[in-house]
């Protein structure tokens, strides 16, 4: 699961190849801290920061996710067949 939202999230919001391997880089970080909270209770393990990255990384795709105007389902074929770099078309 944590490699699959991490590079969901790359393909989606990733404009160019090096953003979305940064941006999987980043949000695969961020599961990590997840999981220590969830299976271990650790929590001390999120900063301030990574909510706030967190937070645009969440508000950013569901803005992506509107303008693909297409069904969950549809939209995950889509980042499944999609690479780094390369973006869903958009209706607007």
Do not use: P, W
Not at 31 to 37: F, L, N, P, W
Not at 38 to 54: A, M, P, Q, S
Request: include cysteine; charged fraction near 40%; aromatic fraction near 8%.
């Amino acid at each position: 699961m944590q490699y699959r939202i991490s590079r969901n999230a790359a393909v989606l919001l990733g404009e160019k190849r090096e953003d979305s391997k940064e941006i999987f880089s980043q949000v695969n970080k961020l599961y990590e801290k997840r999981s220590k909270i969830v299976h271990f209770g650790t929590r001390r393990v999120i900063e301030k920061e990574d909510l706030l990255k967190l937070r645009n990384y969440v508000r950013e795709s569901i803005k992506e996710i509107y303008h693909i105007d297409k069904d969950k389902n549809e939209v995950m074929v889509l980042l499944n067949t999609c690479g780094f770099g390369e973006r869903i078309k958009r209706h607007e």
